[in-house]
């Protein structure tokens, strides 16, 4: 009798759409030194490029059109949102990425409002796949582009949503995960070792969780090239956890692309010895060879992209075995389409994936939303807090943490509705 590896079966639950939760993601480790002929290769290859063909908005829920008439950027007290209006009188509203709107204003105005102007909101797909065109977009790179992007895509799925009665996250796919588990994305990468772990339990406590994400590289934001005081702390840090958590939390390290290979592979190890889920950005994110031999070096499935905008760089790495899991982020990667994208390659592959969830803002809310459609999501995804600076209502999901799950909104469109009192205070943005 034919024996099934647990890695096998995942795989295959993964391209079933089963729900993976309960499955130990060692199972999906990443390439463990695995090489294609060149007819695997390009059969790989293939493979995700149909994947990139697929629609993923459901045009067909829209008969007629839905000629978008204005784009606006509004602020209030640095806070930023987007107000997209069709011809006919329908509006949806987004809530902009807190920490790189202003940064970004020039390209907003200049370019991706323009673009989205007179276009037939029923080509979403077609509209975020040619934006990266128009105008030489290709020329700009990462967040310059896509947050822009994201921004506007929210608020035409609000608008479409409304319009449908469908929520955003039924717009790009069917819902497979009504109840959102989460880990809570902790930070703290200049403390010293016992301040952080301290940071930590405290961060933890707050909320109903069994599951935790800690840094395990710890570029501190500083002009301090030194990075004083967290010298062998990871070697530390990551048994520390484990020890203090117990068998049964699910924990997950994120090394924000810290190291150079041989140590990214030792603390990898370090990371397999205490039972660790996956180990997330060991080197920097665009260098794919050196993500490979990590990956290859390892048993612990890596997770790539949360800063990656380019389809193609998931294209490379998945088929070439170079990761475990793959990681879009909802404003980051260009918006849920986009990151939808992302998700389903993983899928064709065999391979799961995890949202990262941009703090601020309600990026809770449109994390929970897209988490609610991907079919091969972990059992467990991004977390930061429920804080903010925007005043909303959430009629169809409470926000709040049971059982380490919060649910998805189902109502249409983004599913939150900001304080029509505090919108009255913003004002458009001008050139």
Not at 59 to 69: A, T, Y
Not at 171 to 194: K, M, Q, S
Not at 202 to 224: L, P, Q, W
């Amino acid at each position: 009798m034919k024996t099934t590896t647990r890695r096998q079966f995942l795989g295959s639950a993964v391209m079933g759409g089963m729900a993976i939760t309960g499955l130990h993601l060692n199972a999906c480790a990443s390439g463990n030194n695995k090489q294609f002929s060149e007819d695997e290769l390009q059969a790989r290859y293939d493979k995700l490029d149909q994947v990139l063909e697929q629609p993923i908005f459901k045009k067909e829920l829209f008969p007629d059109p839905v000629i978008i008439d204005t784009v606006e950027l509004m602020a209030f007290n640095n806070i930023y949102v987007c107000r997209v209006r069709s011809r006919d009188g329908a509006e949806g509203i987004a809530a902009c990425h807190p920490f790189n709107t202003a940064m970004l204003v020039p390209i907003f105005l200049n370019t991706a409002r323009s673009f989205f102007i007179g276009q037939d909101a029923r080509e979403l797909d077609l509209l975020v796949q040619k934006f990266y065109l128009f105008n030489s977009n290709f020329r700009l790179n990462g967040l310059a582009i896509a947050v822009p992007l994201s921004n506007i895509e929210f608020a035409i799925l609000d608008m479409m949503g409304k319009i449908a009665n469908k929520s955003a996250a039924q717009l790009i796919g069917d819902i497979h995960n009504p109840d959102v588990g989460i880990y809570v994305a902790t930070e703290h990468r200049g403390l010293a070792l016992d301040e952080h772990f301290e940071r930590i339990k405290s961060e933890v406590a707050e909320f109903d969780v069994t599951a935790v994400k800690i840094r395990v590289g710890y570029m501190t934001g500083t002009k301090d090239v030194r990075y004083t005081g967290v010298e062998g702390k990871a070697e530390k840090l990551i048994p520390m956890v484990r020890e203090h958590y117990g068998d049964h939390w699910s924990l997950y390290a994120d090394a924000n692309g810290w190291w150079k290979v041989p140590d990214a592979i030792r603390i990898g190890k370090i990371l397999e010895e205490n039972n660790y889920a996956f180990y997330e950005e060991p080197v920097m994110y665009y260098h794919f060879e050196e993500i490979k031999k990590v990956a290859d070096a390892l048993t612990i499935p890596i997770a790539n992209g949360e800063q990656d905008q380019h389809l193609y760089n998931f294209r490379w790495l998945l088929a070439n075995d170079g990761i475990g899991v793959v990681e879009p982020d909802g404003y980051y990667t260009g918006g849920m389409i986009r990151s939808m994208r992302v998700a389903l390659m993983g899928q064709a592959m065999g391979k799961p994936c995890v949202t990262h969830m941009s703090g601020g803002g309600l990026g809770f809310i449109y994390n929970a939303l897209l988490v609610s459609a991907i079919p091969n999501s972990i059992p467990h995804t991004e977390f930061k807090s429920f804080r903010t600076n925007i005043p909303y209502e959430c009629p169809t999901a409470e926000m709040k943490i049971v059982n380490g799950k919060m649910k998805a909104p189902t109502g249409p469109g983004l599913g939150a509705i900001i304080d029509p009192d505090f919108l009255s205070k913003f004002e458009p943005v001008r050139r």
